[in-house]
């Protein structure tokens, strides 16, 4: 984002008659989008035609958008989650989150640490790729957008509450389906090993 402070209303209303202004809109909002639509389609081209299309949308559509207490961020977020899930529509093949690259790498140069570390992370991709989309959303809105839970709420059209709700039971499932997966693996361990 532009570290330059901008009257970001004002900005708006003038973007309504004034393209040069809705330029600058884009400038601050577009690397932001990208990133979302990116987490969410893992596919870079992907990401940019989406990415596109959301600000030709919103340009378009300028003239209706009414200040109603959410920052304007959240209404191109509601138009790129809109057209994301269109993506997924539209295309019937089976994609799944990219949270791959959100998750970075282990800080240990050890190949143990690194076999570790890549074994944790196959587990937690393993149970993230089980949660519905929705709460696959709810997990790039926190961690990779690191936004407030009023503002993913403004985005997923829930109450702050609901958000902390869900992301409660996101954690929980998360952490059930971690402990099945290892349970699981202590399992086939002790068969391999009397075996």
């Given at each position: 984002m ?6 970001e209303?004002?900005l708006?209303?003038?973007?309504k ?5 809705f330029?600058?809109?884009y400038?601050?909002?577009v ?9 969410r ?7 940019e035609d ?6 030709y949308?919103a340009?378009r559509?300028?003239?209706?958008y009414q200040d109603q207490?959410a920052?304007?961020?959240a209404?191109?977020y509601r ?14 093949s089976?994609r799944?989150l ?11 140069d050890?190949?143990e640490?690194?076999?570790e570390?890549m074994?944790?992370?196959?587990a937690l ?7 519905p989309?929705e ?10 957008e ?11 059209d829930?109450?702050e ?7 409660y039971r996101t954690?929980?499932?998360?952490r059930?389906?971690l402990?099945?997966?290892?349970v ?5 361990l002790?068969a391999?090993?009397?075996g």
């Amino acid at each position: 984002m532009n570290t330059i402070e901008v009257d970001e209303s004002a900005l708006i209303e003038q973007a309504k008659d004034d393209r040069e202004a809705f330029g600058r809109l884009y400038e601050l909002y577009v690397d932001r989008i990208y990133n979302y639509v990116f987490y969410r389609t893992g596919n870079s081209h992907e990401a940019e035609d989406l990415t596109a299309r959301i600000f030709y949308r919103a340009i378009r559509h300028i003239g209706n958008y009414q200040d109603q207490g959410a920052p304007f961020g959240a209404w191109l977020y509601r138009i790129a989650r809109n057209m994301v899930a269109n993506w997924y529509r539209d295309d019937k093949s089976d994609r799944l989150l990219p949270i791959e690259s959100a998750l970075g790498s282990g800080n240990d140069d050890s190949p143990e640490a690194a076999i570790e570390f890549m074994e944790d992370k196959d587990a937690l991709l393993a149970a993230i790729r089980q949660l519905p989309p929705e709460r696959q959303e709810l997990l790039i809105l926190k961690f990779v957008e690191r936004m407030p839970n009023a503002e993913i709420g403004r985005i997923m059209d829930r109450s702050e509450g609901a958000i902390k709700l869900l992301y409660y039971r996101t954690l929980k499932s998360l952490r059930e389906d971690l402990l099945g997966l290892l349970v699981e693996d202590e399992n086939k361990l002790e068969a391999n090993g009397r075996g």
